[in-house]
Structure formats: C-alpha cells, structure tokens
C-alpha cells in the first residue's frame, strides 16, 4: 500500500451489540492514527459513538430511503460523495455485498473483515470448554483496518478511560440530578437488564425480582433496563413493591440511559447489547451466558473470564446451541434458571470488592 489512507467509510447496520462493539475499536483506531472516518449506521445507534472525538456519523434509512437495491444505490452515491479512500465493510451481509459491488462500480476500493462464520459454527458444533477462545469480534473489526495498514493497539493501557470524556451534555439533562437523588450511602449503584434477543438468553422474570430483593437488602440501588413497553411494564409489576429499584425502561432517552450506565458502579446484563454499551464506558460488567458462550468472541470489551457466569452444562449438555442463541434444543427453555441467584451474588460481592 502505497500511502495511509486519510478518509474511510465503514458501514455496520446492525445488530445493536454488534454495532456497541465497534466503538473501542474506533476509539482506538482515531486515536493512533491521523485519519478521517464516516461510519453509516442506523439512526438510534448514532448516540452510542457521541464522545468519541473526530469521528463522523451518518444516519442511514434502511426502511425507505436507502432500502432495496435501488436505495442502496442512492446511500453507495451519498457515500461516493464524501470521498473516501476505502469502503470498509464491518457487517458483511447480502445488503452490504450489494454496497460493495455499487461502490466497486464507482471507483472506490473495497474491503471487509473475516466473520469467522465457519470457526464459530464448528465450535458450536464440536464444543468443548477447554478449547482456546476465538478471535474476539473486537480484534475482528480491528484486523479490518489493519489491513489498510493502520495501527490499532486495544490492549486498555493504550486507550484513556472513556470517563474522560463527556456525552452530548445537551442530550443528558437530568441524569446527574436523577443519579444523586438514587446513590445509595453505602451500597453500589448496580445495573441489570435481565432481557436479550431470545428468550435462551433472558434471565427468568422471578429470579430477576429475587435478584433486586437480595441486592437491595445489601444496601445496593438497582437500575433496570430494559425496551419501552412490553418490557418496561413486565419490569415495573416485578420490581414495584422492591425498595431501591428503579426501572429506567421507557423513562429515559437511549442517550440518558448511556449517561447513566457511564456512572454505574456494576452492570449486570445478559449476552446483549447492554453489556456492550456499558462495557465502552470502562463501567464492570458481569454477564450472564445461556444458549451462548463468550468464547465465541462476543465478551464485552475489557472484561475477563472471571466476570462470566454460565448456564449449567451438566444440566443441559448441548450448550452452546447456537452462535447467537436464537436455536433452543427440545428441554432447553429453562436453561438460565440454571444460573442461581446466589451465584450472582456472590460474583457481584467480588467484583465489587
């Protein structure tokens, strides 16, 4: 490669954890590099990357604008307009093969990353827990610029703490006046979002209330989130009669929310986005794995082994049943009440010591 480049489109869609994921990476990647970057994501997933500092995002229109092959057209010439030197692909799906092929066609290089499609699926298939984990999707985004020929070190020594640097203030009104009327005394100001994408990653409903009571008995404050309606109402009849719980679901903006997980003492959170998103804040996390498994490479960013509880193997011997969980074994639909209570616990304790 003759020169670095200085300006790269990257496309990532979707889902809101793969594209959580991203924002270490491109953290990193404008931080040790001299370069422009325009990343095209949905709409609701620009507040995720508001503080990071150089970075420009667009807003794309899957639904109507941009949606089919002839809105892809328009979204690849919007994107031909800004001049990149690269088109990077960081999703990888038919919608952005036909990007790639649109932005080939008007002059613009191309590149992807590897997916590791076929390595997780055989894990899955043949797995065993001893084996050495996968490439992390974090390292996977990175290895994509890498082969642009930039630098993107991710070892945390190499990147400040994302508490330095402050949210969109305007787009937070509230959060800190709202955090220091709930801050226990004594105890910590926990998160938990017991719901995921299927229900083999949702932490029961009853044993998540059992959780609130027993943090909360410990002098903890526990914030709830979860998606507006259905899940905002399920939390709210759980969690009522609970003194020193809040539920944040359908009460704050995306990016109130992410205000608020920067200033928690512990995330608790299943195999979803959550985790992600409060992982980017250098915030604990403490995930909860059931039809999934975190050597698979989807552990939250700077998180080790020690903070990942799992669903009994010898209780349900075909786990992991799926790459993303979405797959359930006949017998398999009570799987996460295999992760006890107590167990959390006494994880949350350590983490917290």
């Known amino acids: 490669m003759s020169r670095a480049p200085r300006h790269i489109a990257i496309v990532r869609f979707s889902a809101m954890g793969d594209v959580a994921m991203l924002f270490p990476v491109l953290r990193a990647v404008l931080r040790q590099n001299e370069l422009q970057i325009t990343l095209f994501t949905r709409p609701q997933f620009i507040p995720i990357f508001s503080s990071i500092k150089g970075l420009n995002v667009q807003a794309v229109d899957l639904k109507n604008k941009h949606s089919g092959p002839r809105g892809l057209w328009r979204l690849a010439r919007g994107i031909k307009s800004i001049d990149p030197d690269y088109f990077l692909d960081l999703h990888d799906v038919l919608r952005t093969k036909l990007l ?31 084996a050495p ?11 994509g610029f890498r082969a642009l020929g930039l630098m993107v070190n991710l070892d945390l020594g190499h990147l400040t703490p994302i508490k330095n640097d402050a949210l969109d203030k305007n787009q937070t009104t509230g959060v800190l006046e709202f955090l220091n009327s709930v801050r226990p005394q004594n105890g910590a100001l926990i998160g938990f979002a017991p719901f995921a994408a299927y229900p ?16 909360t008995k410990k002098g903890h404050q526990v914030l709830l989130f979860g998606a507006p309606g259905k899940e905002a109402r399920q939390l709210e009849e759980r969690v009522q009669s609970i003194k020193g719980t809040a539920v944040l679901a359908g009460q704050w903006t995306f990016a109130q929310e992410l205000e608020i997980m920067s200033h928690l003492d512990l995330m608790i959170a299943m195999d979803s986005g959550n985790g992600h998103l409060a992982a980017n804040f250098g915030t604990p996390v403490l995930t909860l794995w059931g039809a999934t498994h975190p050597s698979l490479g989807f552990m939250p960013f700077g ?16 786990l992991p049943t799926s790459v993303y ?8 639909s009570e799987l996460m009440r295999s992760i006890p209570v107590g167990d959390i616990l006494l994880k949350v304790q350590e983490i917290l010591a």
């Not at 984990?133 to 290895?143: K, Q």
């Not at 083999?200 to 943090?215: N, R, S």
């Not at 998180?303 to 075909?318: F, H, I």
């Open 303 to 318: 998180q080790g082994p020690e903070r990942q509880l799992y669903a009994d193997r010898s209780q349900y011997p075909k």
């Open 100 to 130: 790639r092929t649109y932005m080939r066609l008007l002059g613009v290089a191309v590149h992807t990353f590897d997916k590791g499609r076929a390595q997780k699926k055989q894990r899955v298939k043949d797995f065993d827990p001893k």
């Open 133 to 143: 984990w996968l490439m992390s999707t974090h390292e996977r985004y990175a290895d």
């Open 200 to 215: 083999g990653k949702t932490y029961p409903l009853d044993l998540a209330g059992a959780l609130c009571q027993e943090l």
């Open 325 to 332: 969980g979405n797959k359930l074994p006949e017998g398999y």
